[in-house]
């Protein structure tokens, strides 16, 4: 009887190790398959905004997002948050601009592949969303007027290449915004409508020069995509893209039991949704109700794509025309973050909440309750080592 207990226990763990050989269904072959880089599509035109894939408006873009001069103080870029060498994002709990935000920078790899952005989903396009954090008092905190001042003063002849002629700027103020600081807000009252439409037009024209920069951020290939594509291949792993038995484990449990593919599906493990998974406050920040209150900010934006700045027709408005607008699960929901890279850029979640993988894997364990709303997630029982295994899966969506 011992031996036969004995034969069993060898067997279970020859079925997990697979003696170095991945054991999956075809079932779970094709779920890996779907997650793996070479699934990823084309990216697809930008519709709303014709320089999108102009390289001239993607190199003056590449200028004005590492430009310190597009900013109040002359010391904050969007690169100051979006650190080239650190997957253009700054390994803070919240970001620090010109003041320290309440909000967790994003990595930019595959951003322009988003339908909504931030993590709230406050901006429905990427070059509306370029737009924010320039007016944004805590991080660029400068104003549209000023922006447009700069750009004919340093970039003008650049910039008419490429969108034509800039409007006349002589009889507009150094500083206006109807965004900005009291001063600045009376100062843009007091223009003329042909002088706000001209500033929010190279204000707009800004954004979608950095926004065609932006769609060249692609994800980079990384072990768990050489051993997806030979796992459907059937070809044998190199050695050094073979994964362990922990590692196909923990991909067992992401696809299976743990249930993590339900959001963090596709190429880039992210549904694009929101979800509110019960992620607790952090202390002394304001309060923010994610997805819930972005809704009316992305409606109100005039340079959202049913805005007069929009490129194209009123077609490639569906996201925003079809957007929920109104629903309890709308509270405290935040965008389902992509994997790729996720090991070597912690904290994480919207605010930096988790300092380490484990501290999430055991948050989505415990699947505590919401502190408003109700949170999606439930308990798993998964055990020390099914954790550890977990952790080990996502290490490899990292070069």
């Known amino acids: 009887m011992r031996r036969v207990v ?98 967790r920078s994003m990595p930019l790899a595959g951003v322009a592949r988003n339908p909504w952005f931030f993590w709230d989903g406050r901006r429905d396009s990427l070059w509306a969303q370029a737009l924010t954090p320039l007016e944004n008092p805590l991080e660029q905190a400068g104003n549209r007027a000023a922006f447009a001042h700069y750009i004919q003063q340093r970039f003008g002849a650049r910039y008419e290449r490429i969108f034509g002629p800039l409007p006349d700027l002589s009889a507009v103020p150094a500083n206006a915004s109807p965004l900005g600081n009291e001063a600045e ?39 768990f995509d050489r051993f997806a594509i030979d796992l459907a291949s059937g070809a044998e792993p190199k050695a050094d893209d073979a994964f362990s038995p922990e590692e196909m484990l923990g991909l067992k449990l992401f696809i299976g039991k743990a249930n993590c593919v339900t959001c963090h599906n596709g190429p880039r493990f992210t549904d694009n949704s929101f ?30 794509c049913f805005g007069a700045f929009r490129d194209g027709d009123a077609g490639a408005c569906g996201e925003l025309r079809f957007m929920v607008k109104d629903a309890p699960e709308l509270m405290r929901a935040y965008k389902t973050p992509s994997l790729r890279g996720a090991a070597t850029r912690p904290p994480y979640m919207h605010a930096g909440q988790f300092s380490s993988l484990e501290e999430v894997v055991a948050h989505y364990a415990k699947a505590q309750a919401a502190v408003e709303g109700t949170s999606e997630v439930h308990p798993l029982q998964l055990s020390d080592r099914e954790r550890a295994a977990l952790v080990a899966f996502l290490k490899t969506l990292s070069d």
């Open 275 to 304: 979800h509110n998974t019960g992620v607790p406050l952090v202390k002394d920040l304001p309060l923010d109700r994610g997805r819930f209150d972005a809704v009316a900010q992305v409606q109100a934006d005039p340079f959202n």
């Open 6 to 103: 004995r034969f069993l226990a060898l067997a279970a763990v020859l079925l997990i190790a697979g003696c170095g050989k991945p054991q999956f269904s075809d079932a779970e072959k094709k779920t890996i398959a779907s997650l793996a880089l070479n699934a990823l599509p084309a990216l697809k035109p930008d519709t709303t905004n014709r320089f999108a894939d102009v390289p001239a408006a993607a190199a003056l873009g590449s200028t004005l997002f590492f430009d310190q001069g597009m900013s109040h103080d002359g010391n904050v870029s969007c690169s100051t948050c979006h650190k080239i060498d650190r997957q253009f994002q700054d390994d803070l709990p919240q970001a620090v601009g010109v003041g320290r935000t309440n909000r």
């Open 185 to 223: 807000q009376a100062a843009w009252k007091a223009m003329t409508a042909a002088q706000m439409d001209g500033v929010n037009r190279v204000f707009a024209n800004i954004g979608k020069a950095i926004a065609a920069f932006e769609r060249s951020i692609e994800p980079a290939q990384t072990r």
